[in-house]
């Protein structure tokens, strides 16, 4: 629950506001642009108080998202609507991409997603694990494999594999003393498939196992690995950022020119949607181009 006492300064007047325990993740601003922006000082906050029905919505669906709960406004009955709207379509016309919402406060406010299949739901990295989430995920005919693009984003995933006794996936570089008893630990810098529609790319850099999701040719989840830029201007990946190598993160990305996909689905940061594959292609290009710039060779590391 947020607290009024510990309101930020720069929250708009009015009802709604954010707190001092904001760690910036960004979800509410991606979920509910017109209400909540980016403060220089490294947090969100209520630059605009939402105002009619579809506004006010969306900014209860970014206090439910919060993984800290810094956010308050809103009354009960709408809270419990913005509970149960998560998860939402990706694209409103698509039933195979679900944004999960529910970020975990372990995994920094990470995105999580789920892909529906005829032959099993996938869940992508774990979101926090609420109940309205899980009873939302059962109807939706619950999660039969659960992938871990990288050590960070794991969050909930015991909680998730004992609800729905869900295949869990991580790379072994990855595992650690809280992941030893995933079912399926992936090895190797080569693709993997898991299915016909779903292949696993490694890509070192972020962290040692990280790894990458492709869906159908279409869709990328990328975890920390890739994503898209906070001024919208270009795809994202930064060296502060990085745990285990940048070059080879650099080198990672480069792997990606030789798959085709038309979606990107970050851990953190908003889903981009190109026109093409060939204009995705083109968005990598130009980041592997402009990091040989800055003196990072995609192929000499």
């Known amino acids: 629950m947020a607290h009024a006492e510990r309101r930020l300064s720069e929250n708009a007047a009015g009802e709604w506001f954010v707190d001092d325990s904001c760690i910036d993740c960004g979800a509410c601003r991606q979920i509910a ?3 909540f922006s980016a403060s220089a000082q490294g947090y969100s906050f209520v ?6 029905e ?3 919505e969306r900014a209860a669906m970014g206090l439910v998202a919060c993984p800290t709960s810094s956010i308050g406004g809103g009354g ?5 609507r913005a509970a149960a709207a998560f998860p939402e379509r990706v694209e409103l016309s698509c039933d195979d991409v679900w944004y999960c919402g529910y970020h975990a406060p372990s ?3 990470a995105a999580s997603y789920l892909i529906r299949r005829p032959s099993g739901n996938v869940l992508v990295d774990s979101p926090r694990a609420a109940k309205p989430l899980l009873r939302r995920l059962e109807e939706l005919g619950g999660v039969r494999t659960m992938f871990l693009t990288h050590r960070d984003d794991v969050a909930f995933h015991q909680v998730f594999h004992d609800h729905f006794g869900c295949e869990r996936i991580l790379h072994e570089a990855d595992v650690s003393s809280g992941t030893r008893g995933v079912e399926r630990k992936l090895s190797g810098a080569e693709p993997i498939a898991l299915a016909d529609d779903l292949v696993v790319i490694p890509v070192p850099g972020h962290t040692r196992g990280s790894a990458a999701l492709l869906f159908r040719d ?3 989840f990328s975890g920390d690995h890739l994503s898209w830029s906070s001024d919208g201007a270009a795809l994202d990946a930064h060296p502060r950022v990085c745990w285990y190598s940048w070059s080879e993160q650099v080198r990672s990305v480069e792997k990606l020119l030789a798959h085709r996909f038309r979606w990107l689905l970050p851990g953190h940061g908003e889903p981009l949607r190109a026109e093409s594959a060939e204009a995705m ?14 003196g990072v060779s995609a192929r000499r590391g």
Do not use: D, I
């Open 218 to 220: 279409e869709y990328l």
């Open 281 to 294: 292609g083109a968005m990598v290009r130009q980041w592997l181009a402009a990091n040989a710039k800055n």
């Open 76 to 80: 009960a009955s709408l809270v419990r």
């Open 54 to 56: 579809a506004a006010l």
């Open 47 to 52: 630059a605009r108080q939402p105002q009619g």
């Open 33 to 35: 642009p017109a209400t």
């Open 107 to 109: 995994s920094y406010g």
